[in-house]
């Protein structure tokens, strides 16, 4: 997921917020400030940081559970939803999903138990459940929303913990790309009835739906991908007839190159074959607009593009596009010499086959 930025690196994992949290964060300010002053504002975006420590404690449960099974995670985007920590793989293991899925909420559940023994502790007694949105006690609203939190992550729906749990028990008893499916769709559901509900009630949840609608998708997507490259190695998918454009290149013969015809990714490469970078439609375009038809290609391409071997799993090499955030990645012989290309559209292509056989 692009749109986001590195705050802090823990544990091997890149701690990542994604633009439209601070975009909350500044909202949130802003508003509060105008209607009630700048004290509540600054109370209110305390708040809401805490909160954050809350959420990223939570991704750190699901982190260090995946670990146990030895499964990395490269980063945790935090969303205005929460976080996405992103595992390296799916377990394969039903129940390893499941106790991934189940760290995180359980990690909230002991905060909320923390803060409410402190309130105890110091004789304040707490309604568990928001009567109206702010108490205005920090303890309090923290273990309020920490309370929120745990219950609205458990609803049964993708991209939800919850659904993570749904579909690690369907798995158990159908298919795993038909159990992604269920639980899919029952994020959309949610999302749809949220998104209403937020017309009427609370913008906020609308937001919430939108996050909950394409995350819900997304997941379903990648689930049916890894399914349908399931027991292939890379070279079988790759596309071997395709165009490289020299590191010298203008970017007006890239646009010759894009024009004439299908292929919309480039491998840019040196004089010996071996991989430069890859000049994608979008950097393309980009490169046009911002220095010109004459510029080089070099200039304009993504650099250090990870090079798949021959040989590699589908799933892996699929896992290493998704992580690359580029539309095509080069296959490489040995001498990191260029021999195929791996596109999205390929895989899209394997998807509608392997489904029109299976039915
Ligand atoms: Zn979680």
Redesign the pocket.
Known sequence: MTWSFRLARILGTDIKVHFTFILLLVFLFVSTGRTQGAETAWWVTGFFLALFFCVLL??F??ILMARRFGIRTPDVILLPI??V?RLERIPEEPRQELLI?VA??AVTLAIAAILWGWLRLVGQSAELLPTDAFAGTFAVDLLRVNVLLFLF?LLPAFP??GGRVLRSLLATRMSYVRATRIAASGGQMLAMVLGVAGLFYNPLWLFIALFVYFGAGQEAAQAEARAAGRGIIVDQMMVTKFETLPVHATLRDAVNRLLDGEQREFPVVDNAGRVEGILTRDHLIRGLAERGPESAVADAMAKSVPVLELGLPFETALERLRMSGLPALPVGGHDQHIVGLLTLDNITDLILVRRAVAR
Do not use: F, M, S
């Open positions: 939570h991704e449960g699901h929460g976080g920590a899925a995180g909420p992550n939800l913990d």
